[in-house]
């Protein structure tokens, strides 16, 4: 059939609901995804229908189609430009357009484009779970936002303090949200949007910002309808260009007695194991440690009753400096026989005579640990932070499981099946 029409069913992210958290940019094994300052867009062109994408977006924006003339899809200028999804063609706008049947989908994503030395590249991302441990909690997801039954819902600031060091160029503050008599249950490892007040440069609403919640279950206080979030005030892009991030400053300069529109909340598979006896390693890098902060507060609650028997605690925690960890006081005073904690700081040489570490590092020098969780079905892996350190910690888990007599094709695979290996990075 001529391509002029020729129906595809062409992939589109709804610009309404989507919180910008660079999760289906990540996962595409195509590069069909990108992004600009307002609106993450696919490639018609690249878009293989592999559907890598869909499960891990945390509020279902991804999730979206129309019935296109191949040659009239939408372009990824016109995406970028959109407020909203278009509607659906009609049938009879179809009609007129010359449209024959839908093309189907490829059966199958193309294989990796080999390297120089005519090996695949690794991808760190394929090995992240899309799904949660078994014995996780059910989440709740989307009860507020633009395509629920309300907007948003208002929280009252409660509480805001710094948790870095005064002095250094990490700004990270400790937020306290409340939501008085309205419900917003939320479980560890799950995140929520912020809406800042104003518009952007074109005259539009800010869209909301994604921050993972640090608090557990039951609240940043115990019973308290609650929840705590870990901000880095942005004053830079990943390049080291001056920027001035428009939701993380105004979430920083909060006032107590303040009040914010949140949305959420979202997250279905990077949630912790209710299983008691389940080990867990964390692996993160600055606000990165929101969401261990939260499965280390509900296990240390939870560990207060007699009768709770609680799996092994690991974190790898990285930052450039002492200084710049967030929570580093409060991480010194937990019990050693609770939580094993290894730090890594990439900026110390020449300070102290310490060489430069990351967290990949760290976890090479905990090889024989790290290898005997591996192998066991109750233990479970969570990475969070920036995207650059994604491909250093899986690379790091392959090679002790290697060095462990260990085949990373296997365990990689059963991590990923069963939800024991869960990467958030952005």
């Not at 690379?395 to 939800?419: C, N």
């Given at each position: ?176 949200l409340d939501f008085g008599a309205l419900p ?204 650059a350190m994604e491909e250093g910690v899986v ?25 024991r290996l869960h990467l958030e990075t952005y």
């Open positions: 059939m001529d391509m002029a029409v020729t129906v595809i069913k062409q992939h589109l992210i709804d610009p309404e609901i989507c919180i910008r958290c660079n999760t289906c940019e990540t996962m595409c094994p195509v590069g069909a995804i990108t992004h600009d300052s307002r609106n993450y867009v696919v490639d018609a062109a690249k878009c293989n229908w592999c559907n890598a994408c869909i499960s891990p977006c945390p509020t279902g924006s991804i999730d979206n189609y129309r019935r296109m003339p191949a040659a009239r899809a939408y372009t990824l200028d016109e995406q970028l430009g959109w407020d909203s999804l278009p509607a659906e063609l009609s049938a009879e706008q179809l009609a007129e357009a010359g449209a024959g049947t839908v093309e189907a989908a490829p059966a199958e994503a193309p294989a990796a484009v080999a390297d120089a030395t005519g090996q695949a590249p690794f991808q760190a991302a394929s090995y992240g779970a899309t799904l949660p441990p078994w014995s996780a909690a059910h989440p709740y997801t989307n009860l507020y936002g633009p395509k629920a039954a309300q907007p948003f819902i208002t929280a009252t600031v409660a509480g805001n303090l710094r948790v870095t060091e005064v002095g250094t160029e990490y700004d990270t503050h400790h937020i306290v917003f249950p939320v479980l560890e490892g799950q995140s929520i949007g912020i809406v800042p007040p104003g518009t952007d440069a074109n005259g539009r609403p800010h869209h909301a910002r994604q921050y993972s919640v640090a608090s557990p279950r039951n609240g940043e206080r115990p019973g308290h309808n609650n929840l705590s979030l870990t901000v880095k005030r942005v004053l830079e892009d990943h390049q080291g260009r001056p920027v001035r991030g428009v939701a993380s400053n105004f979430v920083c300069d909060l006032k107590v007695g303040d009040t914010v529109q949140v949305i959420g909340p979202f997250g279905t598979s990077f949630l912790m194991p209710n299983h008691p006896k389940s080990h867990i390693v964390m692996i993160c890098t600055g606000t990165g440690s929101a969401p261990m902060r939260a499965m280390t507060e509900w296990r240390r609650r939870q560990r207060q009753s007699a009768q709770f028997e609680g799996g092994r605690l690991m974190l790898f925690f990285g930052a450039r400096s002492q200084q710049e960890l967030p929570y580093f006081g409060p991480l010194q005073s937990l019990p050693k026989d609770f939580i094993d904690i290894n730090f890594a700081f990439s900026r110390m040489n020449g300070r102290n005579g310490q060489p430069r570490k990351y967290v990949q590092d760290a976890m090479r020098e905990r090889a024989a640990d790290l290898a005997t969780l591996l192998a066991d079905p109750l233990a479970h892996f969570y990475v969070c932070g920036l995207k690379l790091a888990l392959r090679d002790i499981a290697h060095g462990a007599g260990l085949e990373w094709d296997t365990v990689g695979a059963t991590l990923k099946r069963e939800g």
